[in-house]
């Protein structure tokens, strides 16, 4: 690993690059805005996807670096070569664990640790901006692809860099450990853990609080929204490949069906949510791919089922999970089908846990941004079915409070008009039409960021 130290240089640009000084936070946002969006709009144009972004990462480094931090790069980097890289061979030469960590000690405190997510989205960009990325890249699997920052993870390096410079000019403000880091590979689910299992939380100072962002095309720019305990849920992906004995279209008694024994484990999965968990409790089984044979009159040897599961508590997970495998095995003994064509169950073992942000934290921080930037910008909002590997950075310490908010990112008046029903909805996150509207988004997320640090940081 590579470390960046403050030298007497960075510290002579540091004066010079720092935002200028203001007792109002909201007119020192303002002032330092060009800066943040000149660099927003850098990492939109050129966006790099899940364990590749080699050069973001080098951009935050160097951006935390001439701050005065201590910064550690390629956090992450073993654990992705030996759990997912090892057989991918030379095609994944430029590949790795790109996760960034610097450290900046400021007295006796608590350590709050700020995170941001860097990598893009496998999409062709259509929002017509002049700032659009026109990148074609590869996969770290080695698949040719465009690349967008369809997911507003440019907003969020640049937010965590905007709330970096706020913080470095206010250290008489705060006292304690401030830990900043870029996440890779949040779009695989794998970003967090990777940096978790290279030593997160031993090689550099543990966390007290984790807080993070994100950019919502759901939410209009210019509002903060939250949720106080479960708002993202488990995501579990589940395949399913239904044996079956092959046939001609015409004698189907001569076969054992595939697609008509699939067909009733998606009959019977949707028993699972309505009949086996409480209906206080909150669950979704959606089959999102039934494919099975290649031609009108001939009945095939077997079909293929993609599930997604989403839940909250941890006991409603193991109940559709254990609900999915019974029911596809009762099935296929219905049919009659030997023990040795029972059907093929995988079920992602790198799961995305829910995100659970912790309510006296919640409290703390939501009142002090909405004190911040004005408590009519500040909005409850209902739990979510999405998910975030945000959520790895409790769930590997239960004892470390978390926190993730909602930036706005939408068109104000356009999100009001469809709301009013005089318009379509803007697009939102993962379209190849959403970009988030750039100065309400950015300011409010870098000053929402930095109101909520100090008050962590305010025992």
């Known amino acids: 690993m590579t470390k960046f130290l403050t030298t007497v240089a960075m510290m002579g ?8 000084h203001a007792d109002d936070l909201t007119d020192a946002v303002a002032a330092d805005h060009g800066y943040i969006l000149d660099l927003y709009k850098h990492l939109h144009e050129n966006p790099e996807l899940s364990f590749k972004e080699k050069n973001t990462a080098a951009r935050l480094a160097k951006e935390l670096s001439s701050l005065g931090f201590e910064v550690t790069e390629r956090v992450g980097d073993d654990w992705v070569r030996e759990k997912v890289l090892k057989d991918e061979g030379e095609i994944l030469e430029d590949v790795g664990g790109y996760g960034i960590v610097a450290v900046m000690k400021n007295g006796e405190g608590p350590t709050v640790m700020l995170r941001a997510d860097m990598d893009a989205l496998p999409l062709e960009e259509k929002t017509g ?11 770290h699997t080695g698949k040719d692809a465009p690349v967008m920052h369809a997911c507003a993870h440019d907003s969020h390096v640049a937010i965590l860099v905007g709330a970096a410079r706020q913080l470095v000019e206010r250290k008489d403000d705060w006292s304690g450990t401030l830990v900043l880091i870029g996440q890779p590979a949040e779009e695989l689910g794998l970003g967090a853990i990777a940096m978790l299992e290279d030593g997160l939380y031993k090689k550099f100072p543990k966390p007290d609080y984790v807080l993070s962002t994100h950019t919502s095309g759901w939410a209009p720019a210019g509002k903060i929204s939250y949720t106080s305990g479960y708002a993202l849920a488990n995501v579990d992906s589940v395949d399913i490949t239904v044996k079956g004995i092959g ?12 697609i008509v024994i699939g067909a009733q484990i998606i009959n019977a999965l949707q028993t699972l949510v309505s009949r086996e968990v409480n209906p206080l409790k909150a669950g979704v089984v959606t089959v999102g791919s039934f494919r099975a044979g290649f031609k009108h009159n001939i ?11 989403r839940s909250y508590d941890d006991d409603v997970r193991k109940t559709l999970l254990d609900g999915i495998e019974r029911i596809a095995i009762a099935q296929a003994l219905s049919a009659g089908l030997p023990e040795d064509l029972m059907p093929e169950i995988k079920m992602e073992s790198d799961y995305t846990p829910s995100t659970y942000n912790d309510p006296e934290m919640t409290d703390r ?16 909002q209902p739990p979510s079915m999405g998910g975030e590997d945000f ?4 769930r590997y310490d239960k004892d470390i409070k978390t926190l993730i908010f909602w930036t706005g990112g939408a ?4 999100f009001q008009a469809a709301v009013d029903g005089k318009g379509p909805m803007p697009s939102g996150n993962h379209s190849p039409f959403f970009a988030p509207v750039p100065e309400p988004a ?3 997320g870098v000053q929402a960021m930095t109101a909520g640090t100090l008050e962590l940081f305010n025992e």
């Not at 640009?13 to 200028?20: D, K, N, S």
């Not at 009945?299 to 599961?309: F, G, H, N, S």
Request: charged fraction near 15%; hydrophobic fraction near 40%.
């Open 247 to 258: 046939a001609h279209g015409s004698a189907p008694h001569m076969g054992k069906d595939p």
């Open 299 to 309: 009945i095939p040897d077997e079909a293929k089922l993609q599930i997604t599961v």
């Open 442 to 444: 950015l300011k409010l």
């Open 13 to 20: 640009a540091l004066m010079v690059a720092a935002p200028v």
């Open 391 to 394: 959520s790895q950075f409790h």
């Open 365 to 380: 921080v939501m009142n002090a941004i909405g004190t911040s930037i004005g408590e009519d910008k500040v909005e409850t």
């Open 411 to 414: 068109d104000a008046k356009a």
């Open 129 to 139: 901006l002049p700032y659009s990325s026109t990148v074609v890249g590869q996969t």
